[in-house]
């Protein structure tokens, strides 16, 4: 009976450490500095500046999920937003009104971070690549 108490109490602890482990990582990542801040920004043209509602960013960091991370509109005109990424290559790209940005290098003079690098796409297209 002993036995079987020990083994109960042993499995409820396990599962309760793992439970907490599935939570930590975020936390535990910034806190060892595996993950910085970074934040991208976009100036639609003067053409575009009217008819620019909307601009999101997808990238590695959230799983190229095209409408996660929404940037706030600033008073300049221009569009941001600061997230945390992990230290490393990563590569991400915009979307405005919801449609991609097939090739950012030719919106290079109007964006930040500075890509380090521009990388093919699987569309046709080029993403940007940061090193963080």
Known sequence: MKKLLLLATL?????GFLS??????????????DVVDATFTYK??????QTVKEVNLAGEFNKWDAFATPLAK????SWSVTVPVKKGKGQWKFLVNGNWIQNMETVAERIAPKPDR???????GKNCENDF
């Open 20 to 33: 907490a482990e599935e939570k930590a990582p975020a936390s535990s990542a910034a806190a060892s500095g």
């Open 44 to 49: 639609p043209s003067r053409r575009e500046a």
């Open 74 to 77: 600033q008073e300049d005109g």
């Open 11 to 15: 499995f409820v602890a396990t599962l």
């Open 118 to 124: 521009y990388v093919n796409d699987p569309y046709g």
